[in-house]
């Protein structure tokens, strides 16, 4: 006999303004791509265990430049970091996740991001930020401390790529955040969630790519990983 499975999915659009740091947040968006942002605040209720249940902000970016990004969802996961970061912290709570759209070029990317997941990447960034500030006033030998222990051996190979990178590129000025992703990976002996914090660092002469990875359950959120790319 065939099981026939049926799921209920009610979504309620939510007639509400947007607060003060909510309209910040979307003109925070807006100057960073450029382009043509629509909001709205709903609930959703389904039997699918799969669904995201709660109350969410759905942000819809249209017309903005992103042919630089190889994949949407990069910009996808910086709108919706830069909005949740935004937030008094009440607000932060009053939402269960944000649903971000990216529609560029006939093609068209949701994602849905849990807030608990925004609140740990939000955590993981002042780590991002030290290492850029490290890099920037190249005072290498901080970074040991922000490394995972298994990785401090590798603090000299560190410190020759950030000074070849620096003179074919110039030195850092800034660090420009555009997004995340999380992946599983290995380490030391152990198996555990990755986060790898994406951005550019602004440079005398040219620009870069730049990456810090760090470990996810590790309360410290220790580095695993930096990388740079032109």
């Known amino acids: 006999m065939k099981k026939i499975y049926t799921f209920f999915i009610a979504i309620f659009l939510l007639q509400a303004c947007a607060s003060e740091q909510e ?23 389904s039997t699918d265990d799969e669904e995201i249940q709660g109350k969410f902000f759905e942000i819809k970016l249209s017309d903005a430049d992103l042919s630089s990004y190889k994949y949407l969802s990069m910009p996808a996961s910086n709108i919706a970091y830069l909005f949740y970061s935004s937030l008094a912290p009440d607000e932060k709570n009053s939402y269960d996740f944000v649903r971000v759209i990216v529609d560029y070029n006939g093609k068209e990317k949701v994602v849905e991001y849990p807030t608990q997941e925004l609140e740990l990447v939000s955590s993981s960034m002042p780590v991002f930020e030290s290492t850029a500030e490290i890099l920037k006033t190249e005072k290498y030998e901080r970074l040991e401390e922000l490394l995972e222990k298994n990785y401090r051996a590798e603090i000299g190979g560190y410190e020759n790529t950030f000074a070849q990178v620096d003179s074919a590129y110039g030195k850092v000025t800034g ?8 992946s599983q990976g290995k380490v030391g002996s ?30 410290q959120k220790k580095i695993v990983d930096v990388k740079f790319q032109k």
């Open 23 to 45: 309209s910040a947040a979307i003109d925070n968006i807006l100057m960073f791509y450029g382009g043509r942002a629509e909001w709205s605040i709903g609930r959703n209720a």
């Open 175 to 182: 660090l420009s955040i555009h997004g995340y992703s999380f």
């Open 190 to 219: 152990r198996y555990t969630d990755l986060l790898k914090l994406s951005g550019v660092l602004t440079r005398e002469k040219q620009h870069t790519d730049f990456s810090v990875t760090v470990d996810a359950k590790d309360p």
